[in-house]
């Protein structure tokens, strides 16, 4: 059975305990020894594992690394490992380094110069090669905030810098990419439309009323949609299923601020039955498993009928507030695109 190894400059030993997805995920031998795993692969049987986690604490690469040449120098060994072993999967994060570590505007500078030339170099990296995918760290620590992310006891004590609440975060975020999933990747995500990839209800508000731009309130809907076309560029399909005429649909995907065309749906079921049996009708028609579909619909009623009525499908819940759209997208981007 082949390894799954998780490496990193700081002490993240803690993140395999938070989150039960994450059971077979070794931790490398050695503080801050991710250099020399990469520099001598063949000594460590990097060639044995299925996938390797490489997460980059920011502050502590540029205290060790001060000159962004040697960070890159080092990172090329991934992109060189990658490049000779397309079958193990590369998780590698981007870093994120504390502003509040600055004593003035030109530290300040210098930081930011520095963590936006690393990664410019690991987003480079992992466009090149398939196999490896960018965790998006400094997205997630930001979100909580530095205060909340970052914990000067947990550092002190573990030479790890991160809180519990980001060590879980961090946890849950690895969780969520589908090669820790316990579930096979999925290959179709069936849509609704009124109030999901728009705002309002195309019958009764009409094409020139629904919610959807390039800015204002429509922009979340926008992003969404932008989302949904990244996910198609891994290869998921994208379906339709949506209670509605079917002209007045149409009307919708001819207009420019959509970034979906109606050319997008691989199969689309505009109609006035259960949603179920239109879910079903498009897994026949793609000849897939109901397993391997995700049912996306603003409306709690239509999620739970076809819950109920087809037990393999994935159904997540879609969330009330219109902003927290771009968020969701990506969560189920990284749940099963990568």
Not at 123 to 146: D, F, H, M, P
Not at 177 to 186: E, G, I
Not at 272 to 291: C, F, Q, T, Y
Request: aromatic share 8%; glycine share 6%; charged share 30%.
């Amino acid at each position: 059975m082949k390894n799954d190894i998780l490496l990193s400059n700081v002490l993240m030993d803690g993140i395999v305990r938070l989150n039960k997805k994450l059971k077979n995920l070794c931790c490398g031998a050695g503080f801050d020894a991710w250099e020399q795993y990469m520099i001598q692969p063949d000594k460590y049987h990097l060639e044995d594992c299925s996938c390797i986690v490489l997460l980059l604490d920011g502050d502590t690469l540029r205290e060790k690394y001060p000159a962004v040449q040697s960070i890159t120098k080092l990172l090329s060994l991934v992109a060189d490992f990658a490049g000779k072993h397309t079958g193990i999967k590369i998780y590698i994060s981007n870093v994120n380094c504390r502003l509040s570590a600055a004593i003035d505007i030109a530290e300040t500078e210098k930081i930011e110069r520095y963590e936006a030339e690393v990664n410019r170099y690991i987003y480079a990296i992992s466009r090149q090669n398939q196999n490896i995918v960018c965790v998006n760290l400094k997205r997630l620590l930001n979100g909580l905030g530095e205060k909340e992310a970052y914990s000067k006891k947990m550092e002190y004590m573990s030479s790890c810098p991160y809180s519990m609440r980001a060590l879980k975060d961090i946890a849950d975020a690895l969780g969520q990419m589908a090669y820790f999933c316990d579930t096979p990747r999925k290959k179709c995500l069936v849509l609704d439309f009124d109030n999901t990839l728009w705002g309002g209800i195309i019958g009764e508000d009409g094409e020139s009323n629904i919610v959807i731009s390039k800015n204002k309130e429509g922009k979340s809907y926008y992003d969404f949609q932008q989302i949904l076309l990244k996910i198609k560029a891994t290869g998921i399909l994208l379906a339709a299923a949506s209670k509605n005429n079917a002209a007045d649909v149409k009307t919708v995907f001819t207009k420019d601020r959509m970034p979906i065309k109606e050319s997008d749906f691989v199969v689309e079921k505009i109609n006035w039955e259960p949603k179920s049996v239109s879910v079903m009708r498009i897994a026949e028609e793609l000849n897939i498993g109901l397993d391997s579909i995700v049912f996306i619909d603003d409306n709690p009623a239509e999620r739970e009928e076809v819950k109920n009525s087809l037990s393999g499908v994935e159904v997540p819940e879609f969330p009330k507030d219109p902003e927290k759209l771009e968020d969701f997208g990506l969560y189920v981007y990284q749940c099963h695109s990568v």
